[in-house]
C-alpha cells in the first residue's frame, strides 16, 4: 500500500486547489465559495518522484454531529485517522482564525503527524500570518502556493520522512479480467447512490441524509468484493453528484458536479444507472442512460429502495417495458432490484457488473466473425438501392471497449441503418455480447476498378 496524505484545514483555505496539483489533475472541484468539498476524496500523487495516496477533505466546521457540516466533519477525522500525515493548511494572508486554533488542538491530540502548510504565501502580505502560525504548536510552517506551485522543494523535504517508501507496484493491465472493476453509479438526486456504496463497503464512507444533492465530487473508492466462489475481486467504486434536467441546473457549483459525473462515465467501464422505486422512471433517467450508451459505457440499471417498492411486480413490469421503448438502440439493458439499505440484491449486481464488462472486453476471432458475417448475409442479403449492387466482402474487429467492427466491401456506405441493426443484432445473439454497446463502421471500396 502506497503512504497516504490528508490535506486538512478550515473551508476555502485551497485544500482542492493543492489535492489538483498534488495528482496533476482537476479531479476536485474547486471554486471561490467555501464549502465546495463534501465527501473526502483521494488520488494517486507523486511529488519529486515520490508515489503516495492523496486525501482532499470537507473543511472542518464546529458544528452538531447531526448536521450536514457536522456529517462531513465526521469525514475529515476519519481521513485523518487513517492517514500516515495530516497536512494541516492555514491561509497565510487571512492569518490565523479561532477555528485554525481549534483545528489545531484536535490535531495535536489526534496521534498522527501534522506537516503544518502556509498557503498562499506569495509576496509580503503573508509574512504576518506565517509568523502567527508558528503559535500553533505543530512546529515551523511551509509557506506555500497550490495556486502557483511555489514551495514545492520544501513541502517535499517535509513530507519525505513520512512518505519514503519502498514500492513494488505491478502495472495495471486494464484488459486483464483481475484489474479492478471501474464501476461508476450514476442517478438523479436522492436516488440513493451513496447509501447504495456505503451499503456495498460496510462503512460510512460516503455522506448521505435526507438532504438532495449532498455529494458534488465524484468519490472512487478502492474495495474488494468476494464473488460466489469467495474469490476477492477488486473494485474502484465511482460515486457521482446526481443529475438533474439542464433547465434546473442554475448553479454554477451544481453544473460542475454534474460535469464532473459526466467524465466519472468517461472513466468507467461499467455505469449502474440507479433509478428510485418510489418514483419510477422519469424521462431523465432515459437521458442518462443514452448518454452512458453514447459514450461506449456498459450499462447495467438497478431500481434502488426495492424494500419499500409499492405494486412490485406492475412497477418492475413498467420500468422494463418503457427502457426496452426508451434506449431502442440497445435492447435488454439487465434491469435488477436492488436496496441500498437492507443489502438485498447488491451482490447480483456486482456479479452482474463483472459479467457485463466480460462481453463489453470481449474480442472475437476474424475467422470467427467471417464465419458468422457469411450466416448473415446468406439469410438476409443486403438490398440494392437504386440499383446499385452491395457487395459486403468481409468483417474485422478495430478494437474492444467497446467491441468494435468494420465492415469492407463495394458500396457499403449505402447500407441502410436498418440492415446494419440487422447485423449488429445478430452479432450480439451470436457473439452473447447483450447490451453492451457494439458499433459498427462501413469501409468502402476505394479501388476504381471495382465495379461489380
Given at each position: 500500500?502506497?503512504?497516504?496524505?490528508?490535506?486538512?484545514?478550515?473551508?476555502?483555505?485551497?485544500?482542492?486547489?493543492?489535492?489538483?496539483?498534488?495528482?496533476?489533475?482537476?479531479?476536485?472541484?474547486?471554486?471561490?465559495?467555501?464549502?465546495?468539498?463534501?465527501?473526502?476524496?483521494?488520488?494517486?500523487?507523486?511529488?519529486?518522484?515520490?508515489?503516495?495516496?492523496?486525501?482532499?477533505?470537507?473543511?472542518?466546521?464546529?458544528?452538531?454531529?447531526?448536521?450536514?457540516?457536522?456529517?462531513?466533519?465526521?469525514?475529515?477525522?476519519?481521513?485523518?485517522?487513517?492517514?500516515?500525515?495530516?497536512?494541516?493548511?492555514?491561509?497565510?494572508?487571512?492569518?490565523?482564525?479561532?477555528?485554525?486554533?481549534?483545528?489545531?488542538?484536535?490535531?495535536?491530540?489526534?496521534?498522527?503527524?501534522?506537516?503544518?502548510?502556509?498557503?498562499?504565501?506569495?509576496?509580503?502580505?503573508?509574512?504576518?500570518?506565517?509568523?502567527?502560525?508558528?503559535?500553533?504548536?505543530?512546529?515551523?510552517?511551509?509557506?506555500?502556493?497550490?495556486?502557483?506551485?511555489?514551495?514545492?522543494?520544501?513541502?517535499?523535504?517535509?513530507?519525505l520522512p513520512y512518505i519514503d517508501r519502498e514500492e513494488e507496484e505491478a502495472e495495471e493491465d486494464?484488459?486483464?479480467?483481475?484489474?479492478?472493476?471501474?464501476?461508476?453509479?450514476?442517478?438523479?438526486?436522492n436516488a440513493g447512490k451513496s447509501t447504495l456504496i456505503n451499503r456495498l463497503i460496510g462503512q460510512?464512507?460516503?455522506?448521505?441524509?435526507?438532504?438532495?444533492?449532498?455529494?458534488?465530487?465524484?468519490?472512487?473508492?478502492?474495495?474488494?468484493?468476494?464473488?460466489?466462489?469467495?474469490?476477492?475481486?477488486?473494485?474502484?467504486?465511482?460515486?457521482?453528484?446526481?443529475?438533474?434536467?439542464?433547465?434546473?441546473?442554475?448553479?454554477?457549483?451544481?453544473?460542475?458536479?454534474?460535469?464532473?459525473?459526466?467524465?466519472?462515465?468517461?472513466?468507467?467501464?461499467?455505469?449502474?444507472?440507479?433509478?428510485?422505486?418510489?418514483?419510477?422512471?422519469?424521462?431523465?433517467?432515459?437521458?442518462?442512460?443514452?448518454?452512458?450508451?453514447?459514450?461506449?459505457?456498459?450499462?447495467?440499471?438497478?431500481?434502488?429502495?426495492?424494500?419499500?417498492?409499492?405494486?412490485?411486480?406492475?412497477?418492475?413490469?413498467?420500468?422494463?417495458?418503457?427502457?426496452?421503448e426508451g434506449l431502442a438502440q440497445v435492447k435488454g439493458v439487465p434491469l435488477l432490484t436492488v436496496?441500498?439499505?437492507?443489502?438485498?440484491?447488491?451482490?447480483?449486481?456486482?456479479?452482474?457488473?463483472?459479467?457485463?464488462?466480460?462481453?463489453?472486453?470481449?474480442?472475437?476471432?476474424?475467422?470467427?466473425?467471417?464465419?458468422?458475417?457469411?450466416?448473415?448475409?446468406?439469410?438476409?442479403?443486403?438490398?440494392?438501392?437504386?440499383?446499385?449492387?452491395?457487395?459486403?466482402?468481409?468483417?474485422?474487429?478495430?478494437?474492444?471497449?467497446?467491441?468494435?467492427?468494420?465492415?469492407?466491401?463495394?458500396?457499403?456506405?449505402?447500407?441502410?441503418?436498418?440492415?446494419?441493426?440487422?447485423?449488429?443484432?445478430?452479432?450480439?445473439?451470436?457473439?452473447?455480447?447483450?447490451?453492451?454497446?457494439?458499433?459498427?463502421?462501413?469501409?468502402?471500396?476505394?479501388?476504381?476498378?471495382?465495379?461489380?
Amino acid at each position: 500500500m502506497r503512504p497516504t496524505v490528508a490535506i486538512i484545514g478550515r473551508p476555502n483555505v485551497g485544500k482542492s486547489t493543492l489535492f489538483n496539483r498534488l495528482v496533476g489533475k482537476r479531479l476536485a472541484l474547486v471554486d471561490d465559495q467555501p464549502g465546495v468539498t463534501r465527501d473526502r476524496r483521494e488520488g494517486d500523487a507523486d511529488l519529486l518522484g515520490v508515489p503516495f495516496r492523496v486525501f482532499d477533505t470537507a473543511g472542518y466546521e464546529d458544528e452538531d454531529p447531526a448536521t450536514l457540516p457536522g456529517r462531513m466533519r465526521a469525514q475529515t477525522e476519519s481521513a485523518v485517522r487513517e492517514a500516515d500525515v495530516a497536512l494541516f493548511m492555514i491561509d497565510a494572508r487571512a492569518g490565523i482564525t479561532p477555528l485554525d486554533e481549534e483545528v489545531a488542538r484536535w490535531l495535536r491530540s489526534s496521534g498522527t503527524p501534522i506537516v503544518l502548510l502556509a498557503n498562499k504565501a506569495e509576496g509580503r502580505a503573508a509574512e504576518p500570518g506565517i509568523h502567527e502560525a508558528m503559535a500553533l504548536g505543530l512546529g515551523d510552517p511551509v509557506p506555500f502556493s497550490a495556486e502557483h506551485g511555489e514551495g514545492i522543494a520544501d513541502l517535499f523535504e517535509a513530507l519525505l520522512p513520512y512518505i519514503d517508501r519502498e514500492e513494488e507496484e505491478a502495472e495495471e493491465d486494464a484488459d486483464s479480467p483481475d484489474a479492478p472493476l471501474k464501476l461508476a453509479v450514476v442517478g438523479r438526486p436522492n436516488a440513493g447512490k451513496s447509501t447504495l456504496i456505503n451499503r456495498l463497503i460496510g462503512q460510512d464512507r460516503l455522506i448521505t441524509g435526507p438532504e438532495a444533492g449532498i455529494t458534488r465530487d465524484s468519490i472512487a473508492i478502492e474495495w474488494l468484493w468476494e464473488d460466489f466462489e469467495g474469490k476477492m475481486r477488486p473494485v474502484r467504486l465511482i460515486d457521482t453528484a446526481g443529475m438533474r434536467k439542464r433547465a434546473k441546473v442554475q448553479e454554477k457549483l451544481e453544473s460542475l458536479s454534474v460535469q464532473d459525473a459526466l467524465r466519472a462515465v468517461d472513466f468507467a467501464e461499467v455505469v449502474v444507472l440507479l433509478l428510485d422505486a418510489t418514483r419510477g422512471l422519469e424521462v431523465q433517467d432515459l437521458k442518462i442512460a443514452d448518454k452512458v450508451l453514447q459514450e461506449g459505457r456498459a450499462l447495467v440499471i438497478a431500481l434502488n429502495k426495492w424494500d419499500i417498492a409499492e405494486n412490485a411486480s406492475s412497477l418492475f413490469n413498467g420500468v422494463k417495458g418503457a427502457l426496452d421503448e426508451g434506449l431502442a438502440q440497445v435492447k435488454g439493458v439487465p434491469l435488477l432490484t436492488v436496496s441500498g439499505a437492507t443489502g438485498k440484491g447488491l451482490d447480483t449486481l456486482i456479479k452482474v457488473a463483472f459479467e457485463t464488462r466480460e462481453a463489453w472486453s470481449r474480442r472475437i476471432t476474424t475467422g470467427q466473425l467471417n464465419r458468422w458475417f457469411e450466416r448473415a448475409i446468406e439469410a438476409n442479403p443486403p438490398p440494392a438501392p437504386g440499383g446499385k449492387r452491395i457487395k459486403p466482402r468481409y468483417v474485422t474487429q478495430a478494437k474492444t471497449r467497446p467491441p468494435s467492427f468494420i465492415l469492407f466491401g463495394t458500396r457499403v456506405d449505402l447500407l441502410p441503418q436498418s440492415y446494419e441493426r440487422y447485423l449488429v443484432n445478430s452479432m450480439r445473439k451470436e457473439f452473447d455480447f447483450g447490451a453492451v454497446p457494439v458499433r459498427l463502421t462501413m469501409r468502402p471500396s476505394k479501388n476504381p476498378f471495382d465495379k461489380d
